[in-house]
């Protein structure tokens, strides 16, 4: 667990505090972004937490133990750092690079090899090929992974992460982010990570410290911060579309209910009645192997659905092809594809497989629910 | 051919002269390193210093060589003689060594050394293991300079009583032997162009193999 | 330390050396600017682009010949006294010019010509509006380089009858009369850091504000 109490930094020659009497906690295992404008203090306070910056007063915590009680070499080999310029010494090859640390602290050489390839493997570069090149012989995102797998190699329990992804290009960044999240569920390690985009916040985070000139505006769960926005500021800076940008919290399945009816093409003449009979509001039409390829609403039908000629119903249907939401799709992409295939609903899949249906006005009602309710 | 005959009938002396020139040389150089080097690391410490340093190493190399030879002599510990030459050519060495030593060091990419530092390397560490070896090439053509000004301004100190290649130059001219003087200023220019040669591609060698290699290749 | 031979050192003899020695810089500099630059623009143009390479290549390798090397080479060509010397430094004085005109036309952003040509410039527009303006500072630091190299060599002018301060430290090192070596040394040493850092200065203002940085 990382502490902050009443932490404070003013720079030599200036007047106003970076910092100012700063309180903080970060349970351990949970990753917290510290997020505001530039110059709003974040990167400050990352930086005293390894002590690249000393506080001018204040005092912080690491697992309850001071650390201006270490020596700062020691406590930095014991955290990960990860910056945006990544710095990966240009003269030393992938695998010196990521051994920086475990040679710090003396490891074996047999040891460090294993740890490298371990590592280059868990982050998704071959070790083979990738071992004994240069940094400048690597991408962008290669750099900033092979970046994240040396913050990585003696296992600390606590990253530091300063603007980790901000570096690069956005099809990257949300890759790099998607693959990060995954190996933090697994991981568990107590995470700061800075960033000035709110989206990468509510994304990474599972709290946000939002920060304002030096002050801590607001700190909380994403749903918190995009539910109840504390003043003027936060709700700036989240945007006019935080409603939207909840949604990217939960998942279909959360809101997903059961699919009511389905239909084969042979039943598609008497779709009308089946519908009323399973008091479904939506049809799905399934092929010969039971795989769904597209759904009927009343509104189709028009309630004396029977007069309507089963091929165009078919055309309708197959027309949705595509409006069909895997089960881990955020609601803020479900959302999208409805308004994508002017449709109040979307069916739900697991896999191949049809699993259930999600409603428009399931999604409505889920974004005016307040915290608690 | 008359030069051709000069060389041929003067072997001896002229390995003679080579010999003690390539001595001032080799330790004026030595010197210079070992007391310059460190000086250009240290000043990397405070903008201030380094500022002032460099002044100084900069005012040095404008003083005319022979004007600072002749300084040298008057100052008693030095005198006539190799003294007084090795101190005027270290001073001289200061400008090209404390520049580059200094350039180089500063050069390495700030985003390099703080990740070294945030993972807990300590000075010392990041000196030896970063910056020097990035400085490298830049130390490296600070050091080529150093040589080849060396080699030149050291012909200037057969006037303070030096016998070194300069001789051929300052003996032809009170001589008025003509073949001597071009012998001794050919030679002298051909040694620089062939050092400045050599350590050119010494240098392009150098670089080290992370920043050779590219993407593609 | 002899007072009277001090005096007569700084009084007699150097207020005619440091004129000598003043008159063959400054010409010597003057010959050299005249020649290297518009040397240094012809070998920058299109046309003859291919050779500028190759010329700068050549002249930093003549760079790397000792000044006492050329000095030494101008007596035999030319015989003794000021011609053939400001001829040795005007040589000298050439190399540090051409190449820094040559390095600063080449350094002027490729992006900055065109846009100029892109607005109608005609050629010779561009190189007195555009060019030359922007790789002032360039030259300017290589005539401060030139000047300061031919004050240093041409102490060594007295060698081949050339006058100047080198005369009073000769005739120092010859008697071993330390009055005379500290008054043509410290005189010369004076002169070479006094034209550095009025040309320093000139180079300062001249730069255009927008690249003080660099």
């Known amino acids: ?373 | 051919m008359n030069y051709i005959r000069f060389i041929q009938d003067n072997i001896p002396l002229i390995l003679e002269y080579t010999k003690a020139h390539f001595s001032l040389v080799l330790w004026a150089v030595l010197i210079s390193l070992v007391l310059w080097v460190p000086v250009g690391v240290l000043i990397t410490r405070s903008e201030k210093w380094a500022n002032r340093v460099l002044g100084i190493a900069n005012t040095i190399f404008c003083i005319p060589s022979l004007s600072l030879f002749a300084v040298m002599v008057t100052i008693p510990f030095l005198g006539l003689g190799r003294r007084s030459a090795l101190v005027a050519l270290v001073l001289y060495a200061m400008m090209p060594l404390v520049r580059n030593v200094y350039q180089g060091v500063k050069v390495v990419d700030k985003s390099v050394i703080e990740a070294a530092r945030g993972m807990g390397m300590n000075y010392w560490r990041i000196l030896w293991e970063i910056q020097l070896p990035l400085a490298t090439p830049v130390i490296f053509a600070g050091f080529r300079i150093t040589v080849v000004m060396t080699t030149g301004i050291a012909a200037i100190a057969t006037y303070i009583g030096e016998r070194n290649l300069g001789r051929l130059i300052s003996e032809g001219l009170t001589r008025f032997n003509i073949e001597m003087i071009v012998d001794g200023a050919l030679l002298i220019a051909f040694i620089a162009i062939a050092l400045d040669t050599m350590l050119g591609a010494l240098e392009k060698k150098i670089v080290p193999r992370g920043l050779r290699v590219h993407r593609g290749h | 330390m002899n007072w009277m031979r001090f005096q007569d050192a700084l009084f007699h003899r150097a207020p005619a050396a440091l004129a000598v020695h003043i008159l063959m810089v400054l010409i010597s500099v003057v010959v050299a600017v005249v020649i290297s630059v518009p040397l240094g623009v012809v070998l920058t143009r299109p046309r003859f682009r291919r050779y500028g390479f190759i010329v700068l290549n050549v002249l930093n390798m003549m760079q790397t010949i000792p000044g006492l090397a050329i000095v030494a080479l101008a007596m035999p060509l030319l015989g003794l006294g000021l011609k053939p010397t400001i001829v040795a430094l005007v040589v000298q004085g050439l190399l540090p010019i051409a190449r820094n005109t040559i390095a600063g036309l080449y350094g002027v952003n490729a992006d900055v010509k065109e846009a100029a040509l892109g607005m109608g410039m005609p050629a010779k527009k561009i190189l007195y509006e555009v060019e030359l303006p922007l790789a002032m500072p360039i030259i300017l630091a290589g005539i401060r380089t030139s000047a300061v190299y031919v004050v240093s060599v041409g102490t060594l002018a007295a060698y081949i009858g050339g006058g100047g301060l080198g005369d009073l430290i000769l005739t120092g090192l010859n008697m071993f009369w330390s009055e005379f070596l500290i008054v043509g040394a410290g005189l010369g040493a004076v002169l070479a850091i006094a034209l550095d850092r009025a040309l320093a200065y000139l180079e300062y203002r001249i730069t255009p504000p927008g690249m003080s940085s660099e």
């Open chain 1, 1 to 373: 667990m990382i502490e902050l109490r009443e932490v404070t930094k003013v720079y030599k020659g200036q007047t106003v505090p970076a910092v100012d009497r700063l309180s903080l906690k970060i349970p351990e295992g949970e990753t917290c972004v510290f997020v505001g404008p530039s110059g709003c203090g974040k990167s400050t306070t990352l930086r005293m937490i390894n002590r690249m910056i000393e506080p001018t007063s204040g005092t912080i915590l690491i697992n309850n133990k001071d650390i201006r009680e270490s020596d700062p070499d020691r406590l930095r080999m014991g955290i990960g750092y990860v910056i945006q310029q990544i710095g990966l010494l240009p003269h030393r090859t992938v695998a010196e690079n990521i051994a920086i640390v475990p040679r710090l602290y003396g490891w074996p050489k047999e040891k460090i090899r294993k740890r490298v390839d371990e590592l280059l493997e868990l982050i998704g570069l071959d070790p083979e090929t990738t071992r004994d090149k240069y940094p400048s012989q690597l991408s962008g995102g290669q750099m900033q992974r092979v970046g994240v797998a040396r913050a990585m190699a003696v296992d600390p329990p606590i990253m530091l992460m300063d603007e980790p992804f901000g570096a690069v290009d956005p099809i990257a960044r949300n890759y790099l982010q998607d693959e990060f999240l995954r190996l933090q569920r697994e991981m568990r390690k107590t995470i700061c990570f800075v960033t000035h985009d709110i989206n990468e916040a509510i994304k990474m985070g599972d709290r946000i410290a939002i920060f304002n000139k030096g002050r801590l505006v607001q700190y909380g769960t994403p749903h918190e911060i995009l539910t109840r926005p504390a003043n003027e500021f936060v709700s700036d800076f989240i945007g006019y579309d935080r409603v939207v940008k909840k949604l990217g919290l939960y998942r279909v399945a959360d809101l997903a209910g059961p699919a009511g009816c389905v239909a084969r093409e042979g039943e598609l003449p008497e779709i009308g009645r089946l519908m009323r009979e399973k008091e479904s509001d939506v049809a799905f039409l399934v092929d010969a192997h039971g795989r769904p390829c597209g759904f009927l609403t009343t509104e189709d039908i028009g309630g004396m659905g029977d007069e309507i000629s089963p091929q165009s119903l078919m055309q309708k249907a197959l027309g949705r092809r595509g409006a069909f939401a895997q089960r881990e799709m955020v609601l803020r992409d479900a959302l999208s594809l409805m308004l994508e295939y002017d449709t109040e609903y979307l069916g739900v899949l697991n896999g191949g497989d049809l699993a259930g249906v999600i409603t428009l006005s399931a999604i409505r009602k889920h974004s005016c629910r307040k915290e608690g309710e």
